[in-house]
Nanobody, 123 residues
Framework: QLQASGGGLVQAGGSLRLSCLASGRTFSSAAMGWFRQAPGKEREFVAAINWSNEATLYADSVKGRFTISRDNAKNTVYLQMNGLKPEDTAVYYC??????????????????WGQGTLVTVSS
C-alpha cells in the first residue's frame, strides 16, 4: 500500500514536498515514480527513481524544478517541487514497480499505486 501526502494550495513560485510512504511490504528493491493528472487531462509521468537512489528520470516540464529522492530505510519516496506553476496543478500519484529496479517513465511498469494528493498552484 502506498500513501501519498503533502499536497495543498500554494502560490506560483512556491514549493511543496510530497511524500509517499509504503506499507505492507518493502519497495526498497524496486523502482518508484510520481505521476500526475490534471482536470480533464490524461495521467502523465512526472519523475522516477531507481531502487538504489542513483538514477532518476524527469519529464521535460518539471526538469530543473522538481527533485525525486527516496529513503529506503523509511520506505518512503519524496518529490520536492520548487518554482511551482499553475500548470502543475493536478492530483499527484506515487507508484511502485513490482520487481523492476531501473527508473522508468511508463505507467505500465508500475504495479502499485497510491491514492493521490492534490496540488493546487494559484497564479
Amino acid at each position: 500500500q502506498l500513501q501519498a501526502s503533502g499536497g495543498g494550495l500554494v502560490q506560483a513560485g512556491g514549493s511543496l514536498r510530497l511524500s509517499c510512504l509504503a506499507s505492507g511490504r518493502t519497495f526498497s528493491s524496486a523502482a518508484m515514480g510520481w505521476f500526475r493528472q490534471a482536470p480533464g487531462k490524461e495521467r502523465e509521468f512526472v519523475a522516477a527513481i531507481n531502487w538504489s537512489n542513483e538514477a532518476t528520470l524527469y519529464a521535460d516540464s518539471v526538469k530543473g524544478r522538481f527533485t525525486i529522492s527516496r529513503d529506503n530505510a523509511k520506505n518512503t519516496v519524496y518529490l520536492q517541487m520548487n518554482g511551482l506553476k499553475p500548470e502543475d496543478t493536478a492530483v499527484y500519484y506515487c507508484a511502485a514497480a513490482a520487481v523492476l529496479k531501473r527508473a522508468t517513465m511508463y505507467s505500465y511498469d508500475y504495479y502499485y499505486w497510491g491514492q493521490g494528493t492534490l496540488v493546487t498552484v494559484s497564479s
